[in-house]
């Protein structure tokens, strides 16, 4: 293999001691295991440094990777100019990612963007590198390969790390993978993000992980638990997890500190030789259809009309009537309804209608389907290979009544509408991540539109979900 080593960095600017200016003393801890990864480094003295970054371009659905012939940056953004970067990047094996994501049909390449200078992300690890070769009296000779990330689905992650190991492998490079990303951002009340209990528990867990090399179960992290933990670096470990697929690997876990209110988390990871029952995204395709299976069979007439509906649209493009043989209750009741389509854990798609805008429910589902998996704004259509991974649920709404105050809320049994001037947003009851009437409210006025101090008309209503 290819890949000698990889390691997970945070990237805290403050830690470079003209950032700083004594305030890193606060991370000796972090600093330590940083200045060791970085001695590790400059011992293996690899062609080529690649470095995933959660601060360079990143677009939805699309992984952007260096472009051009090298870049340079500076602290200057942080009161530190005289900190300075230069680096060449490694073109050829640009070339090869590109070429093995074009192969694979895979959104990954070097359109797009629009600034050129090193981020913070990529620098910080680098800072550390360069003095470490620096101590050593060794020439700076290595090339870089900078990755951006993506809000794709964690498996789309893991599969560009596989693209980037394949790639390595083809050349021949002798290279280490850089993974930076901080841990939580929302591990203390003093901290810049404030606290949420998901940031102690998502430390824990990754550094857990990582500690024991155990790459399958990054997983199971839900997008709603990430972006409640405020993390910014599971990405790029996923990332990095997939260059060392079918790989034995011994993992330490170096450090981790929380003093800031943000997690700094170093590990290294070297690999071993082969071992095929380390196949993780497999694995986990395997057991993301056998549930999804189990869910067909289970899943009552609502959720079946909706699946049948989107994959009707979505293989032939054909809209299929109302079935004769659905439950009366399906084809005599007039409500809004919405389908919410889910794929390995993330969100995929959700559109409904507030009110009944058919002649009864059962339409009412198959169009809202439609809509879910092919005109939901923040995403793009749903494809024909993604159909057998998707989780469908249908909310039936049931008649909204007006409420004089928050108080008469209760996240987990109502719903809520808000109204101002023209302007409306809802949000269904007992989601994920929202825990309380006050987040509740807020996320319904974000979706309308209405700032979030402004007066609005209340309206709750119940749902009967259908799974």
């Known amino acids: 293999m290819s890949i000698k080593a990889a390691y997970i960095v945070p990237h805290p600017p403050m830690i470079v001691p003209a950032i700083g200016k004594g305030s890193e003393a606060q991370v000796e801890e972090t600093s330590r295991s940083y ?3 970085a001695d590790e480094i400059a011992e293996l003295r690899p062609e080529t440094i690649i470095v995933t970054t959660p601060h360079s371009i990143m677009y939805a659905d699309y992984f952007h990777i260096s472009p051009g012939k090298g870049a340079g940056g500076s602290f200057a953004g942080f009161g530190a100019p005289q900190e300075q970067f230069e ?9 090869e990612i590109c070429g093995h994501a ?57 599969r560009l790390g596989q693209i980037i190991r394949a790639s390595v492998d083809i050349l021949g490079r002798s290279a280490v993978f850089v993974a930076s990303g901080d841990l939580s951002h929302k591990l203390q009340e003093y901290g810049p993000y404030g606290f949420a209990k998901e940031g102690p528990e998502y430390d824990a867990r990754i550094m857990d992980v990582c500690g024991r090399a155990d790459f399958g179960e ?22 990095m997890a997939g260059a060392f697929d079918g790989e034995a690997v011994r993992a330490k876990a170096l450090s981790h500190q929380d003093v800031t209110g943000v997690g700094y988390g170093i590990c290294t990871f070297y690999p071993e030789g082969p071992d095929e029952s380390r196949r993780f995204l497999d694995q986990y395709m395997e057991r993301m ?15 079946n009309l909706a699946r049948q509906s989107l994959e009707s649209y979505i293989l032939r493009r054909e809209r299929i009537p109302v079935p004769g043989d659905l439950p009366e209750e399906m084809l005599n009741t007039r409500a809004g309804a919405f389908v919410s389509i889910h794929k390995n854990g993330a969100l995929r798609g959700c559109i409904g ?35 057998q991974w998707l989780e469908i649920n249908v909310d039936v709404l049931g008649e909204p009544e007006d409420i004089e105050s928050e108080d008469e809320l209760d996240v987990k049994r109502y719903g809520v509408i808000v109204s101002s001037v023209g302007k409306r947003g809802l949000l269904l ?27 609005v008309k209340l309206q709750r209503f119940e749902v009967i979900r259908h799974v």
């Open 35 to 37: 200045k060791q990864v």
């Open 87 to 95: 680096v060449t990047y490694d073109t050829e094996l640009v070339k």
């Open 102 to 158: 074009d192969a694979w049909e895979f959104p990954a390449g070097t359109l797009g963007e629009r600034d050129k200078s090193l981020d913070h992300a990529v620098m910080v690890p680098l800072w550390f590198i360069e003095k470490a070769y620096e101590r050593r009296g060794i020439e700076k000779d290595y090339k870089l390969v900078r990755i951006g990330l993506s809000a794709l689905p964690l498996t789309d992650h893991y």
């Open 218 to 239: 990054l997983f199971d992290f839900s997008e709603t638990f990430c972006e409640n933990a405020a993390e910014c670096g599971h990405r790029s470990f996923v990332t």
């Open 289 to 303: 259809e056998s549930e999804a299976a189990a869910r067909r069979e289970q899943s009552d007439p609502y959720v």
């Open 353 to 387: 209608t507030i009110g009944p805008t058919t002649d009864c429910v059962a339409q009412e589902i198959i169009n809202n389907a439609i809509s879910a998996s092919t005109r939901d704004p923040r995403f793009p259509a749903i494809g024909p290979d993604e159909l």
């Open 429 to 455: 009851p007992d989601l994920e991540g929202v825990d309380t009437v006050e987040q509740q409210v807020a996320i319904a006025k974000q979706k309308a539109g209405i700032h979030r101090f402004e007066s």
